[in-house]
């Protein structure tokens, strides 16, 4: 069982994609899991073939935990990845979602939904009358983000800054740049948000890392973690991989994408576990400032509030004073403010 975050101890087994005698190649999804935040699906860490699946779908193991064997060339390896079932299960991802929580096998339910596809009515069905008033999952989730929040604060010295950015300039540019695309071609401002603090990571990369062990690591790649929040009321933060060397439009394109796969419990595993820095934005909900909590183990969280009718926007700052200080984090958000008055270079 993979460790998808540091509050992660055990994970359920969801579903597998492949069967025993099946030949897999490196990044290819195998499983699915959850991780009491929502499903993950999980890629292989290498090739071979699969042997013997030592969990089944519904068991809930620790992190760490073998859960299939995998041979490759001469010999036998332990694959600490997650196995399936005989054949690919159909299930909607609110029906999957449910059956975690009331720890139901799926490979034991007929799906009376198209294609046999397996429909919330059809877990409902096959539970008990006790487990259907239950909101087991949900209340999980709360609980898997009071304790990581909890940690976060009790064990990372948090700082905060705070500097407002005048936007004109971007938003004008953003304007103009839309006019001349059609519309599914056209970004929001927050992609240019996402794009400026790149940028400025490139020049303070001490903010794009973890702190594991007592000893800061810094990620030689920008995973840009987006907070997601989700229809049951959890929060996810997953990340649009390798975001350093996307463009404006790709950045708008995945984000879409990410968002709209958390909330259908369609991640992949590095999306959650490879987050190396992470960007609130609540100024759609008409916040004006949001000083975030770190998500360990990394040391930074940059947040935006709304924008004002002057066109400015409040950015924030929650660092880990054990890596950077004030004074190369009023350095890192000025230059996020100074790379968003030249919008036409990102």
Same mark, same amino acid.
């Given at each position: 069982?993979?460790?998808?975050?540091?509050?992660?101890?055990?994970?359920?087994?969801?579903?597998?994609?492949?069967?025993?005698?099946?030949?897999?190649?490196?990044?290819?999804?195998?499983?699915?899991?959850?991780?009491?935040?929502?499903?993950?699906?999980?890629?292989?860490?290498?090739?071979?073939?699969?042997?013997?699946?030592?969990?089944?779908?519904?068991?809930?193991?620790?992190?760490?935990?073998?859960?299939?064997?995998?041979?490759?060339?001469?010999?036998?390896?332990?694959?600490?990845?997650?196995?399936?079932?005989?054949?690919?299960?159909?299930?909607?991802?609110?029906?999957?979602?449910?059956? +975690?929580?009331?720890?139901?096998?799926?490979?034991?339910?007929? $799906?009376?939904?198209?294609?046999?596809?397996?429909?919330?009515?059809?877990?409902?069905?096959?539970?008990?009358?006790?487990?259907?008033?239950?909101?087991?999952?949900?209340?999980?989730?709360?609980?898997?983000?009071?304790?990581?929040?909890?940690?976060?604060?009790?064990?990372?010295?948090?700082?905060?800054? +705070?500097?407002?950015? @005048?936007?004109?300039?971007?938003?004008?540019?953003?304007?103009?740049? @839309?006019?001349?695309? +059609?519309?599914?071609?056209?970004?929001? =401002?927050?992609?240019?948000?996402?794009?400026?603090?790149?940028?400025?990571?490139?020049?303070?990369?001490?903010?794009? $890392?973890?702190?594991?062990?007592?000893? =800061?690591?810094?990620?030689?790649?920008?995973?840009?973690?987006?907070?997601? +929040?989700?229809?049951?009321g959890g929060l996810i933060a997953p990340a649009i991989l390798n975001t350093e060397q996307q463009s404006l439009a790709e950045?708008?394109?995945?984000?879409?994408?990410?968002?709209?796969?958390?909330?259908?419990?369609?991640?992949?595993?590095?999306e959650i576990s490879d987050s190396s820095i992470t960007i609130t934005n609540l100024g759609e909900l008409g916040v004006n400032?949001?000083?975030?909590?770190? =998500?360990?183990?990394?040391?930074?969280?940059?947040?935006?509030?709304?924008?004002?009718? @002057?066109?400015?926007?409040?950015?924030?700052?929650?660092?880990?004073?054990?890596?950077?200080? $004030?004074?190369?984090?009023?350095?890192?958000?000025?230059?996020?403010?100074?790379?968003?008055?030249?919008?036409?270079?990102?």
């Amino acid at each position: 069982m993979p460790s998808l975050g540091t509050e992660m101890t055990h994970g359920t087994l969801l579903e597998w994609l492949v069967k025993v005698g099946d030949k897999i190649k490196p990044h290819e999804i195998i499983a699915v899991i959850d991780t009491d935040k929502t499903a993950i699906e999980i890629e292989s860490f290498g090739e071979g073939i699969i042997e013997k699946f030592l969990v089944r779908p519904g068991e809930k193991v620790p992190v760490g935990t073998v859960m299939a064997l995998v041979s490759g060339g001469q010999e036998t390896i332990e694959k600490k990845a997650i196995p399936q079932t005989s054949k690919k299960i159909k299930i909607t991802p609110r029906a999957r979602k449910i059956a +975690s929580a009331l720890n139901i096998d799926i490979s034991k339910i007929n $799906g009376t939904g198209f294609d046999d596809g397996i429909t919330e009515k059809d877990i409902r069905k096959a539970s008990t009358p006790l487990a259907l008033g239950k909101e087991d999952h949900a209340q999980s989730m709360k609980e898997v983000i009071a304790a990581a929040t909890e940690k976060s604060k009790r064990e990372i010295p948090h700082y905060y800054l +705070s500097c407002e950015i @005048n936007l004109s300039n971007a938003l004008n540019w953003l304007e103009n740049y @839309n006019n001349t695309h +059609s519309v599914t071609e056209r970004i929001l =401002y927050i992609a240019l948000l996402i794009k400026a603090v790149v940028h400025a990571l490139k020049k303070f990369p001490e903010f794009n $890392g973890f702190y594991i062990n007592d000893e =800061y690591k810094p990620s030689p790649k920008i995973h840009m973690g987006i907070a997601v +929040s989700l229809r049951d009321g959890g929060l996810i933060a997953p990340a649009i991989l390798n975001t350093e060397q996307q463009s404006l439009a790709e950045i708008m394109s995945n984000m879409i994408d990410l968002v709209s796969r958390a909330r259908a419990g369609k991640l992949k595993g590095a999306e959650i576990s490879d987050s190396s820095i992470t960007i609130t934005n609540l100024g759609e909900l008409g916040v004006n400032s949001v000083f975030g909590i770190i =998500y360990p183990p990394q040391v930074a969280l940059v947040g935006f509030g709304k924008i004002t009718t @002057n066109k400015t926007i409040t950015a924030t700052l929650s660092a880990d004073h054990r890596v950077t200080n $004030g004074l190369t984090g009023s350095h890192f958000l000025s230059t996020i403010d100074k790379i968003l008055q030249e919008p036409e270079k990102l």
